[in-house]
């Protein structure tokens, strides 16, 4: 059996129950060990914590939300979110994170299968490009990182952790399929970052201007700004 946790991991839950010897299927899991349901209970009280902050953050920003909201959501205390978080910080770090991963594995989803490398390009730009519209989870970046540069005591901290999680995320799911950027880690590093202000900066504006910004005009610049983020000129692309 598994049990579904928070970016689609699971943890396989282990039967100890007696098999019934004249039927053949097994028992009550009577002996079902005591830590394996702590953790259990545990992942969902983290999980829940997590899908609480995600609402929160979008409802009211990530400054302005509240420890207390994002406990209240989940139908936990104050010192349940403390006994899995440090704080907003690290739940929006561990959010962004999973949100990496789960973008980068429906990268590898549409990638895999093709086995010709400018088809593989062109699915990454493609998925790229989709990602503009997803306005929320842009604009919560965005206002995360202005968050950071009106601390400037935390800024260089939070923006490494930002960067690490999202470049180790790339390298662990993409660089296979792309080989010729495997073990560049200063350019993949420069690379996330690009594609990251590129997703944000016209996640901004096309919601600011978008007589101006219309799908027609992403959808012409944004696969040549790409090509030149990848290091692949227009004649390749």
Do not use: W
């Amino acid at each position: 059996m598994y049990i579904m946790l928070e970016g689609g991991e699971s943890i396989q839950k282990m039967s100890r129950g007696r098999r019934n010897p004249e039927q053949g299927i097994p028992l009550a899991e009577e002996e079902e060990q005591p830590g394996l349901r702590q953790m259990l209970k545990s992942e969902k009280t983290r999980a829940g914590l997590l899908r609480a902050a995600e609402k929160i953050f979008a409802r009211d920003g990530f400054e302005a939300s509240r420890i207390e909201d994002i406990a209240a959501e989940a139908g936990r205390s104050r010192g349940a979110f403390y006994a899995n978080f440090k704080g907003k910080t690290e739940v929006f770090l561990t959010l962004r994170t999973l949100a990496a991963q789960r973008h980068a594995r429906m990268v590898r989803e549409r990638v895999l299968g093709l086995q010709d490398q400018e088809a593989r390009y062109q699915a990454l730009i493609g998925y790229i490009v989709e990602q503009i519209y997803d306005t929320q989870a842009q604009l919560l970046q965005i206002e995360f990182k202005l968050f950071a540069l009106r601390h400037p005591k935390m800024q260089a901290r939070l923006a490494e952790m930002h960067l690490e999680a999202s470049t180790r995320v790339n390298e662990q799911e993409l660089s296979g399929l792309f080989p010729e950027k495997t073990g560049r880690a200063a350019e993949m590093r420069c690379s996330t970052l690009e594609v990251e202000a590129l997703l944000e900066g016209f996640a901004l504006n096309t919601r600011f201007s978008p007589d101006v910004l219309d799908e027609a005009s992403i959808q012409a610049i944004v696969p040549r700004l790409m090509a030149q983020i990848l290091s692949r000129s227009e004649a390749e692309s």
